[in-house]
Protein backbone atom coordinates (compact mmCIF):
# COMPACT_ATOMS: atom_id res chain seq x y z
CA UNK A 1 0.00 0.00 0.00
CA UNK A 2 3.24 2.44 0.76
CA UNK A 3 4.63 1.83 -1.89
CA UNK A 4 2.09 1.72 -4.68
CA UNK A 5 1.13 5.46 -3.41
CA UNK A 6 4.53 6.80 -4.55
CA UNK A 7 4.35 7.11 -7.89
CA UNK A 8 0.81 8.28 -7.48
CA UNK A 9 2.31 10.99 -4.93
CA UNK A 10 5.22 11.90 -7.09
CA UNK A 11 2.41 12.86 -9.94
CA UNK A 12 1.16 14.93 -7.60
CA UNK A 13 3.12 16.70 -6.17
CA UNK A 14 4.45 17.59 -9.74
CA UNK A 15 0.85 18.47 -10.95
CA UNK A 16 0.35 20.73 -8.26
CA UNK A 17 3.63 22.51 -7.84
CA UNK A 18 5.32 22.85 -10.77
CA UNK A 19 4.65 26.67 -11.19
CA UNK A 20 6.68 27.08 -7.85
CA UNK A 21 9.94 26.85 -9.87
CA UNK A 22 8.79 30.50 -11.26
CA UNK A 23 8.47 31.89 -8.28
CA UNK A 24 11.61 30.14 -6.35
CA UNK A 25 14.17 30.91 -9.40
CA UNK A 26 13.04 34.92 -9.01
CA UNK A 27 13.50 34.52 -4.68
CA UNK A 28 17.08 32.94 -6.05
CA UNK A 29 17.62 35.90 -8.19
CA UNK A 30 16.52 38.41 -5.94
CA UNK A 31 18.89 37.08 -3.44
CA UNK A 32 21.69 36.09 -5.60
CA UNK A 33 25.66 36.94 -4.16
CA UNK A 34 23.88 36.85 -0.54
CA UNK A 35 25.07 34.31 1.71
CA UNK A 36 22.66 31.88 3.03
CA UNK A 37 20.14 32.55 0.33
CA UNK A 38 19.63 28.94 -0.56
CA UNK A 39 19.37 27.80 3.25
CA UNK A 40 16.80 30.53 3.73
CA UNK A 41 14.76 29.59 0.78
CA UNK A 42 15.03 25.89 1.38
CA UNK A 43 13.65 26.81 5.08
CA UNK A 44 11.21 28.65 3.70
CA UNK A 45 9.71 26.59 1.43
CA UNK A 46 9.65 23.61 3.74
CA UNK A 47 7.87 25.75 6.10
CA UNK A 48 5.42 26.83 3.79
CA UNK A 49 4.79 23.57 2.57
CA UNK A 50 4.72 21.98 5.75
CA UNK A 51 1.26 24.73 6.44
CA UNK A 52 -0.16 23.65 3.32
CA UNK A 53 0.37 19.40 4.27
CA UNK A 54 -0.82 20.37 7.74
CA UNK A 55 -4.15 22.36 6.98
CA UNK A 56 -4.54 19.57 4.06
CA UNK A 57 -4.34 16.63 7.09
CA UNK A 58 -6.61 18.97 9.66
CA UNK A 59 -9.48 18.93 6.90
CA UNK A 60 -9.02 15.39 6.29
CA UNK A 61 -9.04 14.39 9.47
CA UNK A 62 -12.47 16.81 9.88
CA UNK A 63 -11.18 20.26 11.56
CA UNK A 64 -12.74 21.85 8.64
CA UNK A 65 -13.66 24.72 10.97
CA UNK A 66 -9.74 25.42 10.79
CA UNK A 67 -9.70 26.30 7.70
CA UNK A 68 -12.91 27.07 5.93
CA UNK A 69 -12.68 26.49 1.93
CA UNK A 70 -14.14 30.54 1.31
CA UNK A 71 -10.97 31.97 3.27
CA UNK A 72 -8.91 29.97 1.01
CA UNK A 73 -9.24 32.20 -1.84
CA UNK A 74 -7.78 35.52 0.12
CA UNK A 75 -4.35 33.47 0.79
CA UNK A 76 -4.20 35.34 -2.25
CA UNK A 77 -3.52 38.80 -0.42
CA UNK A 78 -0.26 37.55 1.24
CA UNK A 79 1.63 37.29 -2.50
CA UNK A 80 -0.64 40.32 -3.89
CA UNK A 81 1.01 42.60 -0.47
CA UNK A 82 4.40 41.40 -1.34
CA UNK A 83 4.34 41.99 -4.72
CA UNK A 84 3.32 45.61 -4.20
CA UNK A 85 5.71 46.53 -1.69
CA UNK A 86 8.30 45.06 -3.88
CA UNK A 87 7.10 47.08 -6.29
CA UNK A 88 7.22 50.21 -4.30
CA UNK A 89 10.57 49.72 -3.47
CA UNK A 90 11.99 49.31 -7.04
CA UNK A 91 9.93 52.20 -7.71
CA UNK A 92 11.81 54.75 -5.30
CA UNK A 93 15.23 52.79 -6.66
CA UNK A 94 15.71 50.63 -3.37
CA UNK A 95 17.20 47.93 -5.75
CA UNK A 96 19.78 50.44 -7.03
CA UNK A 97 22.44 50.82 -3.84
CA UNK A 98 23.18 47.01 -2.62
CA UNK A 99 26.81 47.38 -4.53
CA UNK A 100 29.55 45.06 -2.45
CA UNK A 101 33.01 46.03 -2.12
CA UNK A 102 33.97 44.64 -5.71
CA UNK A 103 31.66 46.92 -7.33
CA UNK A 104 29.02 44.22 -7.98
CA UNK A 105 25.51 43.80 -7.47
CA UNK A 106 24.51 42.20 -4.73
CA UNK A 107 21.00 40.63 -4.38
CA UNK A 108 18.65 41.31 -1.53
CA UNK A 109 18.43 39.72 1.80
CA UNK A 110 15.36 37.14 0.99
CA UNK A 111 13.99 36.12 4.42
CA UNK A 112 12.59 32.58 5.41
CA UNK A 113 9.19 34.10 6.12
CA UNK A 114 8.40 35.54 2.94
CA UNK A 115 9.06 32.62 1.17
CA UNK A 116 7.25 30.21 3.91
CA UNK A 117 4.26 32.81 3.49
CA UNK A 118 4.50 33.42 -0.35
CA UNK A 119 4.77 29.49 -1.00
CA UNK A 120 1.44 28.70 1.79
CA UNK A 121 -0.21 31.14 0.11
CA UNK A 122 0.60 29.49 -3.79
CA UNK A 123 -0.65 25.95 -2.34
CA UNK A 124 -3.83 27.08 -1.30
CA UNK A 125 -5.56 25.37 -4.23
CA UNK A 126 -3.39 22.52 -3.38
CA UNK A 127 -5.00 21.47 -0.11
CA UNK A 128 -8.73 21.74 -2.01
CA UNK A 129 -6.89 18.86 -4.30
CA UNK A 130 -4.83 16.85 -1.65
CA UNK A 131 -7.87 16.95 1.00
CA UNK A 132 -10.19 14.63 -1.84
CA UNK A 133 -7.16 12.16 -2.63
CA UNK A 134 -6.63 11.82 1.36
CA UNK A 135 -9.69 11.17 2.15
CA UNK A 136 -9.87 8.55 -0.45
CA UNK A 137 -6.87 6.44 0.82
CA UNK A 138 -5.64 5.15 4.11
CA UNK A 139 -3.41 6.61 7.21
CA UNK A 140 -0.54 4.76 6.00
CA UNK A 141 -0.86 6.17 2.51
CA UNK A 142 -1.25 9.64 3.53
CA UNK A 143 2.29 9.01 5.62
CA UNK A 144 3.60 8.39 2.36
CA UNK A 145 2.13 10.78 0.57
CA UNK A 146 2.97 13.42 3.19
CA UNK A 147 7.12 11.89 3.20
CA UNK A 148 7.51 11.93 -0.56
CA UNK A 149 6.23 15.51 -1.03
CA UNK A 150 8.64 17.02 1.93
CA UNK A 151 11.66 14.71 -0.33
CA UNK A 152 10.50 16.25 -3.22
CA UNK A 153 10.18 20.15 -2.29
CA UNK A 154 14.40 19.35 -1.88
CA UNK A 155 14.21 18.43 -5.81
CA UNK A 156 11.74 21.66 -6.38
CA UNK A 157 14.40 23.87 -4.67
CA UNK A 158 17.72 22.39 -6.55
CA UNK A 159 15.40 22.77 -9.91
CA UNK A 160 14.71 25.79 -9.60
CA UNK A 161 18.23 26.68 -8.30
CA UNK A 162 19.19 24.95 -11.60
CA UNK A 163 17.09 27.21 -13.52
CA UNK A 164 18.01 30.50 -11.95
CA UNK A 165 21.61 29.78 -12.33
CA UNK A 166 21.71 28.89 -15.70
CA UNK A 167 23.71 31.91 -18.07
CA UNK A 168 21.35 33.12 -20.08
CA UNK A 169 18.49 32.11 -18.07
CA UNK A 170 20.46 34.19 -14.91
CA UNK A 171 20.94 37.15 -16.96
CA UNK A 172 17.47 37.65 -18.13
CA UNK A 173 16.56 37.23 -14.07
CA UNK A 174 19.27 39.09 -12.87
CA UNK A 175 18.97 41.83 -15.39
CA UNK A 176 14.86 42.44 -14.72
CA UNK A 177 14.19 40.45 -11.41
CA UNK A 178 13.22 43.93 -10.28
CA UNK A 179 10.60 43.89 -12.52
CA UNK A 180 9.72 40.93 -12.55
CA UNK A 181 9.48 39.62 -9.17
CA UNK A 182 6.77 42.23 -8.18
CA UNK A 183 4.87 41.35 -11.15
CA UNK A 184 4.86 37.49 -10.65
CA UNK A 185 3.78 38.05 -6.47
CA UNK A 186 0.70 40.25 -8.23
CA UNK A 187 -0.52 38.14 -10.58
CA UNK A 188 -0.26 35.04 -8.49
CA UNK A 189 -2.19 36.78 -5.67
CA UNK A 190 -4.89 38.29 -8.21
CA UNK A 191 -5.11 34.75 -9.98
CA UNK A 192 -5.49 33.24 -6.61
CA UNK A 193 -8.16 35.78 -6.08
CA UNK A 194 -10.05 35.50 -8.64
CA UNK A 195 -9.68 31.75 -9.26
CA UNK A 196 -11.27 31.03 -5.86
CA UNK A 197 -13.66 33.84 -5.46
CA UNK A 198 -15.01 31.95 -8.90
CA UNK A 199 -15.26 28.71 -8.05
CA UNK A 200 -17.18 29.64 -4.65
CA UNK A 201 -19.95 31.64 -7.25
Known sequence: M?????LPAIGLFIVTNIDDIIVLSLFFARGAGQRGTTARI????YLGFAGILGAAVLVTLGA?????????PYFGLIPLALGLWAAWQAW???????????????????GVWTVAAVT???????????VP????VGPAAVV???VVFLVLVAVLVIAARFVATRRPIAEVLERWEHVLFPI???ALGIFILVSGLALEN
Open 144 to 146: AYC
Open 120 to 130: FANGGDNIGVY
Open 64 to 72: GAFLPPEVI
Open 184 to 186: VLI
Open 2 to 6: ILSSV
Open 42 to 45: TAGQ
Open 92 to 110: RGNDDDDDDDDGKVAGKNV
Open 133 to 136: VFLS
